[in-house]
């Protein structure tokens, strides 16, 4: 049975198979998702609970113990982490990465309802949970300063204007925004006034909420009917400002009224003056964008980025918005360094072939093979939900010099049969064939050695599958290709009695002077090997044991370091310190950074819900103007 010969009689049929896979793949490229590294899903869960007023050590003890009991047992959990702070307790689950996340989630809110029981019966509300991605960093990071307004009126604009607008551009997953929170009226008690009149802070709290314009005040009922009763403000803010309540009436003494501002300072604040961010030392509104899973980053950062000319015309004219980092940077240059890489393997392997066959019409055969294997792998790795990315990339890169191996083998050995004579027709399937079982061999020895990968369990085994499934579809493709598409073209292509004359020209004939002496070289290498057994035996033997020194000499990690021209880091403090003291600590660890020579932005975050903590965004300047490397930089920053 001869598998090539229908495609060597129909050649029309198999140039339009040939055709529909190569633009099969090209569709293809154009709809895959672009990212840095394979997309792995670290099946997480994060369970929060709050508790106001109550110190670290309380929720610890009161709050994360109980949960943590309950949480502890539920299969599947490799980490538990906990972090209690003033009134808030946060625990990250880590589960098995072949463990389903939504019935993981199942088991967590059943967790959480067996412990409610141990819980303070003052916890106003259930301890929450919610699905999250370690491996989720922001793709961009926005910044919006104001020389006028206070981070309060900027947070205001931000969610009302530009998150809702960000949260609808393709791609974007979750919108967050940090260094501010909305607008509220504060009030600030004053205890030796609130002690003088005989006050007690249950009593301006009451008075405050009673005074509240849309709650109801009473209800009359007569006839059937009944009129709820609501008071009136007085006031074109409805409620809204300090001014609205610093005439409040809280408790009357001794016939005369005590009003708010008689024993508190109103003003108009933030609703939490526990939060600061800042933008090259500058206070800023930092808003940090995640893209939806499997998503194209490059195409979501470009959608945020076209979004941007039009929130600034909606902004207020005093607030200024402004890309504070960019992931993608870094991410465009990678992959289009390896697409450049996979576009010279490509051409490097046709001017290799076409300089050893010497014939133009012999050299098509295997550049059309090497081009269609790898166009029709896209399409696979669109089908099984891969993306372009470095991993993926690499391994096109590697699969061109394997490629082309089955196509060589197809044509030589046509070839052969076509200078001794023969019909090219019958040459193109005596030829296909003859060598039919050994290209298969070659085809499935390549692919048995990346099945181990395919197995490999861990964050290893999911990253690098990507990479040897791409790797093994390009080989698979190489191999139909070269039992159908080439033995068609070399019956067609190949002229009858093609042989390979010896060249006429300058470089041709110094080329093949050069191919003479290689030889030439080669055979007395061999002779003196065959003659020389033992010692070519010990050579090797050396070798082996240099190749083992040398790989456990060499250093080793999980990823080569590069130089992205990002460094991202965070800082922990006792939970114990103050917010002051730990604003004055970001504002100067920022400053310091700010100031480096190599450092272009910074951003920074402290307070809400990190207490004690905070984190930066850097990124450095382009590297034609730094001399030092990501890492010698860090390790200049680093304390």
């Known amino acids: 049975m001869n598998l090539s010969k229908p495609f060597v009689q129909r050649p029309i049929a198999t140039v339009l198979l040939t055709l529909g896979l190569a633009l099969a793949g090209i569709a293809a490229f154009f709809v895959l998702p672009v990212s840095p590294l394979p997309q792995v899903d670290f099946p997480a869960i994060s369970v929060s609970a709050s508790l106001p007023g109550a110190s670290p050590e309380t929720m610890a003890s009161s709050v994360a113990t109980p949960l943590e009991r309950r949480l502890g047992v539920i299969a599947g959990v490799n980490e538990m982490t906990s972090n209690s702070g003033n009134g808030s307790t946060r625990i990250n689950l880590q589960f098995e990465l072949n463990r389903k996340i939504d019935s993981a989630a199942r088991e967590v809110q059943a967790a959480i309802n067996a412990a409610r029981a141990d819980l303070p019966a003052t916890l106003r509300s259930n301890p929450t949970y919610r699905k999250v991605n370690p491996s989720d960093a922001p793709v961009i990071i926005l910044a919006l300063t104001s020389k006028t307004r206070t981070p309060g009126q900027i947070y205001d604009a931000v969610s009302n204007i530009v998150q809702q607008r960000l949260a609808q551009v393709p791609g974007v997953g979750e919108v967050e925004i940090g260094g501010g929170s909305l607008p509220a009226v504060r009030v600030e008690l004053n205890p030796y006034a609130l002690n003088r009149l005989g006050v007690s802070a249950e009593d301006v709290r009451a008075a405050i909420q009673s005074s509240n314009p849309n709650r109801p005040k009473g209800a009359i009922e007569g006839g059937g009917n009944r009129l709820q009763i609501y008071s009136q403000v007085d006031t074109p803010t409805d409620g809204r400002t300090a001014a609205d309540y610093r005439g409040l009436v809280v408790a009357w003494r001794n016939g005369a009224a005590v009003r708010l501002s008689d ?343 402290t307070g809400g819900g990190r207490a004690g903590g905070g984190f930066m965004f850097i990124n450095l300047k382009p590297a034609s103007e730094r001399t030092e490397k990501g890492q010698a930089v860090i390790a200049r920053l680093r304390p």
């Open 263 to 605: 024993v508190a300072d109103v003003i108009d604040g933030p609703e939490n003056i526990n939060t600061l961010g800042l933008f090259n030392g500058e206070p800023a509104v930092i808003v940090l964008i995640t893209r939806q899973p499997a998503a194209n980053v490059i195409e979501t950062v470009d959608g945020v980025r076209a979004l941007l000319p039009s929130l600034q015309a909606q902004l207020p004219g005093d607030i200024t918005l402004q890309v504070a980092s960019d992931r993608t940077n870094s991410i465009r240059a990678s992959l289009h360094e390896i697409e450049f890489t996979l576009l010279i393997s490509i051409l490097l392997v046709v001017l290799v072939v076409s300089v050893f066959l010497r014939s133009v019409r012999a050299t098509v055969i295997p550049a059309v093979a090497t081009v269609v294997s790898l166009l029709g792998t896209f399409g696979v790795m669109w089908l099984l939900g891969f993306s372009l990315n470095n991993l993926s990339l690499m391994a096109l890169t590697v699969a061109t010099g394997f490629v082309v191996d089955d196509a060589i083998v197809v044509l030589e050995n046509t070839a052969r049969h076509v200078e001794k004579g023969m019909d090219r027709m019958q040459a193109a399937l005596l030829g296909a064939r003859e060598v039919g079982f050994t290209v298969l061999s070659i085809s499935l020895s390549l692919v048995a050695v990346f099945i181990p990968l395919l197995f490999m369990g861990g964050q290893v085994g999911r990253l690098f599958r990507e990479f040897a499934v791409t790797l093994s579809a390009a080989v698979m493709i190489s191999l139909v290709i070269s039992l159908t598409t080439t033995p068609m073209m070399c019956a067609w292509l190949l002229k009858k009695g093609h042989t390979i004359e010896r060249p006429q020209g300058r470089l041709s004939r110094w080329a093949e002077g050069g191919f003479d002496w290689m030889l030439r070289v080669y055979e007395r290498a061999l002779d003196w090997a065959l003659a020389s057994r033992a010692l070519v035996m010990l050579i090797l033997v050396f070798v082996i044991g240099l190749n083992v020194y040398l790989f456990a000499a060499a250093p080793k990690g999980f990823f080569p370091q590069q130089d992205t021209g990002q460094i991202s880091g965070g800082i922990r403090a006792d939970q114990s310190i103050s917010f002051q003291a730990m604003q004055a600590k970001m504002r100067q660890l920022v400053n310091i950074i700010k100031d480096d020579p190599a450092v272009d932005t910074v951003v920074g975050f």
